[in-house]
């Protein structure tokens, strides 16, 4: 019954996000009856957190290790990269639910949301360790912290794709979305980080 509620939570929120999810069409969609939904999750923020992590280990199966991948290290790169663009710009209730909390902003910030951008930084953070082996098998080094700011180019290339895709339903160009972080991870140089003017509102 557990798994019941959190699918049937996921399929409403990913629709109607945060504040459009009750514990009444949660109860109607699952089939049991609410006592059963508060007593397994306490209340609504704690049922849409469960939702966040339950999604998240969904979603995270359907990820290709670096090591698992069939083919030879110098060959693998462009192959893994198309895999995590699909699973990140796929049919994901949660992606899609986390994407809307995300851009929620409440003076009290729900625990489903808090507990989304935690899984988003843990999962930026697993996949700036795989561009530093991404970028080895290129023969090119590459440091944590240039990974970091590679895995979120891609991450920022791939939401907007995703965005794309319900604003324009003939857009299919995930691959050469791709292609284009391919160029970039497989040229850009580490270089210092450039000092910017600053500009105070008198000068603006």
Same mark, same amino acid.
């Given at each position: 019954s557990r798994k019941r509620i959190l699918e049937?939570?996921?399929?409403?929120?990913?629709?109607? +996000?945060?504040?459009?999810?009750?514990?009444?069409?949660?109860? %109607?969609?699952?089939?049991?009856?609410?006592?059963? !939904?508060?007593?397994?999750? +306490?209340?609504?923020?704690?049922?849409?957190?469960?939702?966040?992590?339950? +999604?998240w280990k969904l979603w995270y199966e359907t990820i290709p290790s670096w090591d698992d991948m069939p083919q030879p290290v110098e060959d693998r790169v462009l192959p893994w990269?198309?895999?995590?663009?699909?699973?990140l710009s796929g049919e994901s209730e949660f992606l899609r639910f986390g994407?809307?909390?995300t851009l929620e902003k409440r003076e009290h910030e729900p625990q489903a949301r808090?507990?989304? !951008?935690?899984?988003h %930084?843990?999962?930026? +953070?697993?996949?700036?360790?795989?561009?530093?082996k991404a970028r080895q098998a290129l023969d090119l080094p590459c440091s944590e912290a240039f990974a970091r700011e590679?895995?979120?180019?891609? !991450?920022?290339?791939?939401?907007?794709?995703?965005?794309e895709r319900y604003a324009n339903?003939?857009? %299919?160009?995930? !691959?050469?979305?791709i292609r284009w972080f391919y160029l970039i991870l497989a040229s850009a140089t580490e270089v210092p980080e450039?000092?910017?003017?600053?500009y105070s509102k008198q000068q603006r």
């Open positions: 049937s939570a996921a399929a409403i929120a990913a629709r109607r +996000g945060y504040e459009g999810t009750t514990m009444s069409l949660v109860s %109607q969609h699952s089939g049991l009856p609410p006592s059963s !939904i508060y007593w397994h999750f +306490g209340s609504k923020d704690g049922l849409l957190a469960a939702v966040m992590e339950y +999604g990269l198309t895999e995590v663009a699909n699973a994407l809307l909390l808090s507990t989304f !951008i935690r899984i %930084q843990d999962a930026l +953070g697993g996949f700036a360790d795989t561009l530093v590679l895995a979120i180019t891609f !991450i920022a290339l791939v939401n907007g794709a995703f965005v339903p003939g857009f %299919q160009d995930l !691959i050469s979305t450039p000092t910017l003017p600053s």
